[in-house]
C-alpha cells in the first residue's frame, strides 16, 4: 500500500501480495489503484476463487477509497464473517467492504489498520484483551467482560465494545434463565462473555474446565461456582460449549462424552459447522439444541449498527 501511493499519478502496475495476509490486495485493487487484479481456482496461498471475489468483495474491487472493515484473529479460514457482513453491506447500499484479516499478531493488525484506513475491525481470539487495551474509549461492558469484539475508529482514535454478550442472549431471548443451572464448558475469553450474559439473567451459572485453577479463577471474578470436568450427573439444566472443540476442519472433536449430556438444552458457540457433533448427541439423548450461528448474527448485527451508522439487515 505504501508503494502504490508512491507511484506517480498515470503509472500502470499490479502489486499483490501473496499468503492469507495479501488478501486485501486482491480486494482492494482501486485502492491501490491497479490495473487489474484475478481470481483463480485457489491454487496458491490467499488466493480467492472467482465467484467469491466477484460476489463477496465486490465493492472493494469497485471503490478506490472503500471504508474498510476488518475481521482480525487467528485462526479465520472458517469464518463466516465477511459473507456476512458484505451481504449486509451491499443490501444497506454502503461503499465499504469487510475483509478477513489473518493477522500474525495485535501489534501487526493495528500497523496495518493505521496504513490502509481501516474503520472497524471486528476481533476474535486470541486478540480480544489486547482490542480493550488499544481503545481510549471503552464501554462498561466491555470493561466487565474484559475483552472487547469490536473495534471502531474516529478522530479520537479507537473505541472498544462488546457485543459477545448480546450475541450469546440473542437466540436465548425466550428462555426464563432465572435460578436455572447452567454449566459452562470452557474458561477462555468465550466463557467471560457467556458469564456476564448469564448473570444478567439471573442463571445459576458453573464453569467447568479441564484446568480447575482456570475455572476456578474465573468463577471467582465474575461471581459463578468452579469445577471440573465432565459435570456430574443431573447437575445442569442448561450446558455451554464455550470451548473450540468441534470447530472446523477437527468437526468430530466434542468437549464431553455423550453420556454427560443428560440436561434440557445444549447451546453450542461453535457455527462451523452448524451441527456439531456435541449438538448432535445432545439431540439423540433428548436435549434441545441451539447451535452458534444465532450467536454470530446476534453480536454481527450491532456491530454493523456502530460501524454504518443504520439499523442492520438482519435478513441479508
Same mark, same amino acid.
Given at each position: 500500500?505504501?508503494l502504490? &501511493?508512491?507511484?506517480?499519478?498515470g $503509472?500502470?502496475?499490479?502489486l499483490?501480495?501473496?499468503?492469507q495476509?495479501? *488478501?486485501a490486495?486482491?480486494v ?9 487484479t484475478?481470481a =483463480? @481456482?485457489?491454487v ?14 465486490a465493492?472493494?474491487? @469497485?471503490s478506490? !477509497? ?5 475481521? =482480525?484473529?487467528r ?5 463466516l ?5 458484505n ?5 444497506? =447500499?454502503? &461503499? ?7 493477522a @500474525?499478531?495485535?501489534? /501487526?493488525?493495528?500497523?496495518? +489498520? ?5 474503520e472497524?475491525?471486528?476481533?476474535t481470539a486470541p486478540f ?5 487495551d488499544?481503545?481510549?474509549?471503552r464501554?462498561?461492558l466491555?470493561l466487565r ?10 478522530? /479520537?482514535?479507537w473505541s ?9 442472549l440473542?437466540?436465548?431471548?425466550s428462555?426464563?434463565?432465572?435460578? !436455572? !443451572?447452567?454449566a459452562? *464448558?470452557?474458561a477462555?475469553?468465550?466463557?467471560? #462473555?457467556?458469564?456476564?450474559?448469564? #448473570? ?6 458453573t464453569?467447568? $474446565? ?5 475455572? @476456578? $479463577? %474465573?468463577?471467582?471474578a465474575?461471581g459463578?461456582?468452579a #469445577?471440573g ?6 447437575s445442569?439444566?442448561? %450446558?455451554?460449549? +464455550?470451548?473450540?472443540? =468441534?470447530?472446523?476442519?477437527?468437526s468430530?472433536a466434542?468437549?464431553?462424552p ?15 459447522p452448524?451441527?456439531?457433533?456435541? %449438538?448432535r448427541?445432545? +439431540? &439423540?439423548?433428548?436435549c434441545?439444541? *441451539? ?8 453480536? #454481527?448485527?450491532?456491530?454493523?449498527t456502530?460501524?454504518?451508522? !443504520?439499523?442492520a439487515p438482519?435478513?441479508?
Amino acid at each position: 500500500f505504501a508503494l502504490a &501511493d508512491r507511484q506517480p499519478a498515470g $503509472a500502470r502496475h499490479v502489486l499483490i501480495a501473496m499468503g492469507q495476509a495479501g *488478501i486485501a490486495s486482491r480486494v482492494l485493487g482501486g485502492r491501490l489503484r491497479n490495473a487489474w487484479t484475478y481470481a =483463480g @481456482a485457489l491454487v496458491a496461498p490467499g488466493q480467492l476463487d472467482l465467484e467469491r471475489m466477484r460476489d463477496e468483495f465486490a465493492h472493494g474491487l @469497485a471503490s478506490s !477509497r472503500p471504508r474498510p472493515f476488518r475481521g =482480525g484473529g487467528r485462526p479465520r479460514a472458517h469464518s463466516l464473517s465477511p459473507g456476512m457482513h458484505n451481504a449486509a453491506l451491499r443490501a444497506a =447500499g454502503a &461503499d465499504a467492504c469487510y475483509l478477513p484479516l489473518a493477522a @500474525a499478531d495485535f501489534t /501487526d493488525f493495528a500497523r496495518f +489498520a493505521e496504513a490502509v484506513g481501516i474503520e472497524g475491525a471486528s476481533v476474535t481470539a486470541p486478540f480480544k484483551r489486547e482490542a480493550l487495551d488499544l481503545a481510549r474509549q471503552r464501554e462498561d461492558l466491555a470493561l466487565r467482560v474484559g475483552a472487547a469484539n469490536t473495534l471502531s475508529r474516529g478522530e /479520537d482514535g479507537w473505541s472498544a465494545r462488546n457485543t459477545d454478550v448480546a450475541g450469546f442472549l440473542a437466540p436465548l431471548a425466550s428462555l426464563e434463565l432465572g435460578g !436455572r !443451572r447452567v454449566a459452562v *464448558i470452557g474458561a477462555g475469553g468465550a466463557a467471560r #462473555a457467556v458469564l456476564v450474559a448469564l #448473570a444478567s439473567r439471573g442463571a445459576r451459572a458453573t464453569v467447568h $474446565a479441564r484446568r480447575p485453577e482456570a475455572a @476456578a $479463577a %474465573l468463577g471467582a471474578a465474575l461471581g459463578a461456582d468452579a #469445577a471440573g470436568l465432565p459435570p456430574p450427573p443431573g447437575s445442569w439444566d442448561v %450446558l455451554v460449549n +464455550a470451548t473450540s472443540a =468441534g470447530t472446523w476442519p477437527d468437526s468430530e472433536a466434542t468437549p464431553l462424552p455423550a453420556a454427560c449430556l443428560d440436561g434440557d438444552l445444549v447451546y453450542d458457540l461453535v457455527y462451523n459447522p452448524p451441527r456439531t457433533r456435541l %449438538l448432535r448427541e445432545a +439431540a &439423540d439423548r433428548g436435549c434441545r439444541t *441451539i447451535g452458534g450461528l444465532g450467536m454470530l448474527v446476534g453480536q #454481527a448485527a450491532p456491530q454493523f449498527t456502530w460501524w454504518v451508522g !443504520r439499523g442492520a439487515p438482519v435478513g441479508a
